[in-house]
C-alpha cells in the first residue's frame, strides 16, 4: 500500500509562499495498492492528482470522511467526473435525515456551483457509510463515525500486516474530563489502534485550543497524545490551520521534542509526501 | 480492537459532566457507565465496579411501588426502553444499599445512533423523597 499526500491544510487553502513547504492544498490523499488507487477526501489537494494515473482507470473511488468544504472542495473540478465513460463511486457517511446525493447536491448545484451534481455526464455511485466494512483495491477499509460536528467518519485501511488510519478532523477528547477512561471508550480508538501510519487532526496549538473546543479539531499535544494511546508507530500531524506558516509548524513540532510517548515518530504532513507501507 | 460507538462514548462525557444521575446501558441493558451523581444511588464507585452486566446490578436495586410491593423487571422504565425502543417514565421507592427509602422518578429514553441503529438506553434518575 502506497500513500501520497496531495492536500495536508484545513478548513481553506493556503497559497502563499509561508504556506509553500507543508503545502495549501485542502485535505486529499491517494492510496495505491498495485495498479489501482482511490482518493480519501476531495480537497483542494485533488486537483494534484496525476493526469498519467487518471489516465490508466475509468473507475475512481472517492471516499469523504464528511462533507466540510475544505474536504469537498475540489470535487467538483475532479476532470473524471466530466467524461460519461468513467464510473465515480463516492463514499461517504450516512446521515440520519438526508441522503448523501442531498448534502452533495447543496455544494454541487448554482449558486455554489455552476452544474448540478445530477447533470454531471459521469456514471455516478453513491455508497453510504456508518460503521461499514469494505474491499476496495485489494486493501480492506473499515470506517466508524467519530468525533466531529455532522456525520463524520475515519478510515482504517489494512494491507495484509500493514495498517494506515486516517482520521483527519477529530476532536476525541471533547468533554473529556480523563485520559483514563480505557481505549475504547475514545472515539475513532478501533480505527487507529497499532496503526502503522495514522493521519491525525492537529489544527491547534495548545495555546489556541481553548478558544476553539467543540469546533472538531485536536491541539498538537492532543494528537500525540492520541496517537501515543493507540500505540501507534508514525503520526503524520495534519490539517494544518491556514493561519500557521511552515515556520511556525517548524517551531511548534520541535517545542514537542522529548515529550513524545516511546516508540511514536511524529512529523507534519507534507504536500507531495509518499510513504509506503510493505 | 474494538471501540465503543461515538454516540455511546459522547453519551457518556455528556453524563459525566450533567448533575443528575445518569446510567447508560448497552442494548441488551448490561451497565455500561453511570456518573457521579448515580454512584450514590447505586452505592458503588464506577470506579471500583467498571462495567456491570444486566444480572448483577438490576440485583442491586428493590424497586417497590407506593405499598411496597416489589415491581417486576417489566414496570421499570429502562426495561420497557430496552424491550421497545421507546421512551419510558416512571416513579418507584427503592431501598439504597444502606436500608433507606427514596422515592425515584426515573426517564429513559434509547440510544438511536445515526442510521437508526439501536444501541443502548439512558436512564435519567430524580429523587423525589
Known sequence: MKIRILGTRGSLPSTNPETFRYGGNTACIEVSNDDQFFIIDAGTGVLKLSPELISKQNRFDILLTHLHIDHIQGLGFFKPLFDPRNEIHIWGPSSSSRTLQNRLNRYLSPPLFPVHFRSLPCQKELHEISRSSFELCGLQVETAYVSHPGPTVGYRITDGDFVFTYIPDHEPFLGNRGWNYGKKWISGMGLAYKADLIIHDSQYTLEEYPDKIGWGHSSIEQAIRYAGIAEAKKLLLFHHDPNHTDSQLDYILRSYSGFTPEGLEIEHAVEGSVYNLR | ?129
Open chain 2, 1 to 129: 480492537m474494538k471501540a465503543y460507538d461515538i454516540e455511546l462514548i459522547l453519551s457518556r462525557q455528556l453524563a459525566e459532566c450533567l448533575s443528575i444521575p445518569v446510567f447508560i446501558t448497552d442494548t441488551e441493558g448490561n451497565l455500561l457507565f453511570y456518573n457521579e451523581q448515580a454512584e450514590e444511588i447505586l452505592g458503588k464507585r464506577y470506579e471500583e465496579t467498571g462495567e456491570m452486566p444486566v444480572e448483577e446490578w438490576s440485583t442491586i436495586f428493590k424497586p417497590l411501588d407506593d405499598k411496597g410491593n416489589l415491581l417486576s423487571p417489566e414496570d421499570l422504565p429502562l426495561v420497557q426502553t430496552l424491550n421497545n425502543c421507546l421512551p419510558a417514565h416512571g416513579s418507584f421507592w427503592i431501598k439504597s444499599l444502606v436500608g433507606e427509602n427514596h422515592k425515584i422518578s426515573v426517564t429513559s429514553f434509547p440510544i438511536m445512533g445515526r442510521g437508526n441503529r439501536f444501541l443502548g438506553a439512558t436512564a435519567i434518575f430524580w429523587k423525589i423523597k
